[in-house]
């Protein structure tokens, strides 16, 4: 099972930023699909943003021009930089990869938000006051 350990969650003022990471293990799953989704009370779970395994990136009209998924050249390291953080992006982030790997796999993931196909880390929480 691939295994997803993130960090980089905090509190920050509106207008900061802050760099979220989520260490993948196993080269198995280098290059898979991987994507961040959040949730918070009272809100549905969103997919924040993606990221498949040909580089194409996609994201949440919210988080547009704001946020920038990004893999490390290992692709074992998944990074969300977070800029211009609003109050509303308050929420637990999560990294999700697709389990397996094949493209196919990622695709129904992220049609099912997440629960179908995907492995989830621990979640951390980000703050914007």
């Known amino acids: 099972h691939v295994q997803l350990v993130e960090s980089g969650g905090g509190s920050v003022l509106a207008g900061g930023s802050l760099k979220l990471s989520c260490a993948a293990s196993?080269?198995?799953?280098?290059?898979?699909?991987m994507a961040w989704y959040r949730e918070s009370p009272g809100k549905q779970r969103e997919l924040v943003a993606s990221?498949?395994?040909?580089?194409?990136?996609a994201y949440a009209h919210s988080v547009k021009g704001r946020f920038t998924i990004s893999p490390n050249s290992a692709k074992n390291t998944l990074w969300l930089q977070m800029n211009n953080l609003k109050p509303e992006d308050t929420a637990m982030y999560y990294c999700?990869?697709?389990?397996?790997?094949?493209?196919?796999?990622?695709?129904?993931?992220?049609?099912?938000?997440?629960?179908?196909?995907?492995?989830w880390g621990q979640g951390t929480q980000v703050t914007v006051s």
């Open positions: 196993g080269y198995m799953y280098s290059g898979c699909g």
């Open positions: 999700v990869a697709a389990s397996p790997c094949p493209d196919w796999a990622f695709a129904v993931m992220l049609a099912s938000g997440g629960p179908r196909f995907g492995s």
């Open positions: 990221l498949d395994s040909n580089g194409t990136t």
